[in-house]
């Protein structure tokens, strides 16, 4: 998961009848991680990480992911670019079909499906050098987007 202090991996202890966007959405002012690295160098057995600290997770094949971007008659996919502090979130997001993303987004508090991504974000590594890497989805949490666009 990417943080406002950077990228830190773990495994996050998500109850296993929830889906991993329902945990996240539920208020928990903390998430219990397990063996914790931080920035690839520091290894820790436990980390209690701030939700408001969390800017976006990429869930891996073992979390239970619902299928969020069908759509039906009040739906339609859109391509998206979200802009964070530290970096960009491009891909496809579900919407009500009569919607703004930016109204939508903007007026949140929760964290948001998108699939079909392409990351890039400032690793704290080579100066000007953004890690940018494609991911089948994430889940971001729209309390930290700078800007977000349409995209055609």
């Known amino acids: 998961m990417f943080t406002r202090a950077g990228w830190i991996e773990g ?20 998430f219990n991680l ?7 160098d520091t290894k ?3 980390l209690a990480l701030s939700r408001a600290g969390i800017v976006f997770v990429e869930p891996t094949t ?13 739906t339609k996919l859109r391509q998206v670019s979200c802009l964070f502090d530290g970096g960009m979130v491009m891909g496809t997001l579900a919407i009500g079909a009569d ?6 987004l903007m007026a949140s508090q929760d964290f948001v499906l998108l699939g079909n991504c392409t990351v890039g974000v400032d690793d704290h590594g080579t100066p000007g050098q ?23």
Not at 34 to 40: A, E, P, Y
Not at 130 to 148: I, N, R
Request: charged share 25%; net charge negative; hydrophobic share 40%.
């Open 11 to 30: 495994k996050l202890h998500v109850p296993e009848s929830m889906p991993l966007l329902d945990f996240l959405n539920s208020k928990n002012t903390f």
């Open 34 to 40: 397990t063996d914790v690295r931080i920035g690839g």
């Open 44 to 46: 820790l057995k436990f």
């Open 62 to 74: 073992e979390e239970k992911i619902e299928a969020m971007l069908r759509t039906s008659s009040r």
């Open 99 to 104: 919607h703004r993303v930016s109204d939508d």
């Open 130 to 152: 953004p890690k940018m890497e494609s991911v089948t989805s994430l889940l971001f949490q729209t309390t930290h987007l700078v800007a977000v666009a349409e995209m055609g």
